[in-house]
């Protein structure tokens, strides 16, 4: 019995450990009419907080791993903060200035599996060059988590 309760005790105080790395990403809008961090990789369970430090924006999501999952879109000028708890890709932008190329993307546990998914997302000619870029960013070596 002795045994259990030290096994129950060590087992609790690893969870509870694990409790504490999450992590949380602050972007803010600039005044560049774009986000402060444009890709981000971070781990499930991390917490992503968005600042207004310019007028006229807000955060709405196009693309996620599973879209019934999907955060809701931001007041404009507010901030807004979303907990990320499924694995792959979010596309997130501006609603009024998305198809200007005010986009980003978060990475969850490195994890492409809805990549086609996000790329078919239909934006204007400067929002999809945008997107494009930003995936390369994402899928380099040097940006993974």
């Known amino acids: 019995m002795r045994n259990y309760t030290k096994l ?3 087992l609790s ?3 509870l450990s694990n409790a504490g790395f999450a992590e949380t990403i602050q972007i803010e809008f600039t005044e560049d009419d774009a986000y402060s961090i444009e890709v981000v990789h971070i781990n499930a369970g991390d917490t992503i907080e968005w600042f207004p430090k310019n007028e006229g924006h807000n955060v709405e999501f196009f693309g996620a791993p599973d879209m019934s999952l999907m ?3 931001s007041e404009i000028d507010e901030p807004h903060t ?3 708890k ?3 890709i979010y596309l997130y932008g501006c609603t009024p200035h998305a198809d200007m ?3 980003g ?3 969850v546990d490195n994890d492409f599996h809805n990549l086609d998914a996000i790329k078919r997302i239909q934006f204007s000619r400067v929002g999809k060059s945008v997107l494009q870029r930003l995936l390369k960013i994402a ?3 040097q940006n993974s988590k």
């Open 105 to 107: 993307l978060i990475i």
């Open 8 to 10: 129950f005790s060590f």
């Open 139 to 141: 899928q380099s070596p």
């Open 13 to 15: 105080l690893l969870i």
């Open 86 to 88: 499924a694995s792959g």
């Open 101 to 103: 190329g005010m986009l």
């Open 71 to 73: 955060p809701p879109t």
């Open 82 to 84: 979303v907990v990320l």
